[in-house]
């Protein structure tokens, strides 16, 4: 989850743009993931940004290739696709189908 917040907070700056610009356009920062606000603040880079996400998705590969040993392969699917959802949730934020990405998430 974290690596999700993370680059929801690298492409909603850099590949969608909704957190660009004036405070006042951005979307709402939230406590839990304000990425895109210290983005914009100079801070830190979109770049750092996206590495962090990928750092946690790395981190995430550890107890999923533990359960994959362990329970069977299934798990790896699921664990790619909800990685890919935050994608499909960036983009969808333009429609309604952000809420079914969110359900799917």
Request: include cysteine; glycine fraction near 8%.
């Amino acid at each position: 989850m974290a690596g999700s917040h993370s680059f929801n907070s690298f492409l909603d700056y850099s590949w969608t743009g909704l957190d660009k610009g004036e405070v006042e356009d951005r979307s709402a920062e939230k406590d839990y993931c304000g990425g895109q606000n210290i983005i914009e603040a100079g801070i830190v880079t979109a770049r750092e940004v996206a590495l962090n996400a990928v750092g946690w998705y790395v981190l995430s590969a550890a107890p999923v290739i533990y359960l994959a040993a362990k329970v069977d392969w299934p798990i790896l699917p699921v664990w790619v696709i909800s990685m890919l959802i935050t994608f499909w949730y960036s983009s969808a934020k333009f429609n309604w189908t952000h809420e079914l990405a969110l359900f799917m998430g």
